[in-house]
């Protein structure tokens, strides 16, 4: 019988790094893999873990059942003209560990949803009505994607990159949206810089946005959150 002669050491190296990339990984684009069938969201618990701690409690259908979304937002109630609903792991504690959630976001006649990012989600939009321009921009080169989109139009948002949606029509507009996160996390980039607290020194504000002391206090006055 003929001895198999040994591999050659490149050969060995080729044949590892295949099954490295064969075995099962964690996914990279959402939240992690569950680790059971179901793990309903105990929010009054003070165990941090990695999103939330399972309750203890017995499990009813109305931890996977939210009837939100069927409700259009007030739209008057916001400075943007644009509200958004959210039907993640706060509002539907089965959502725990499953990495998905949607939200509805409405929109007065040139409403705009501000430039946003998801930190932990690429999100989908699917649009119920109006006509919406939308768009992202490149972390590669700041190119702006955009879009016209009308009823039955579907759209993605690549995770964490800076996205807007605006009403361009003379009617209300709506949509829903579908994140590959339980709680994909909204950052708005003007709330994010003129918002913080504590404040974003003006000195790093005047030179990021190459404008004036008074104008940096004038958009910081604006979008304060409010007191009492």
Sequence with gaps: MAIPSPLHPLAIVV???AMLVLLPSPSLAGDADLLQDICVADLTSTVKVNGFAC???AVTSDDFYFKGLAV???T????????VTAANVVQV????TLGVSLSRID???GGVNPPHTHPRATEMVFVLQGTLDVGFVTAAGNRLVAKILAAGDVFVFPRGLVH????AGDAPAAVVAAFNSQLPGTQSLAAAVFAAEPEVPDAVLTKAF???TKEVEKIKARLAPKKG
Excluded at 76 to 83: D, L, W
Excluded at 93 to 96: D, E, S
């Design 93 to 96: 504690p089965g959502l725990n």
């Design 210 to 212: 190459q404008v004036g």
């Design 15 to 17: 044949v590892v790094a």
């Design 107 to 109: 929109y007065a006649p």
């Design 76 to 83: 008057s109630a916001t400075p943007y003209g644009s509200v």
């Design 164 to 167: 807007f949606q605006r009403n």
């Design 72 to 74: 259009a937002g007030n």
């Design 55 to 57: 309750k203890a409690g």
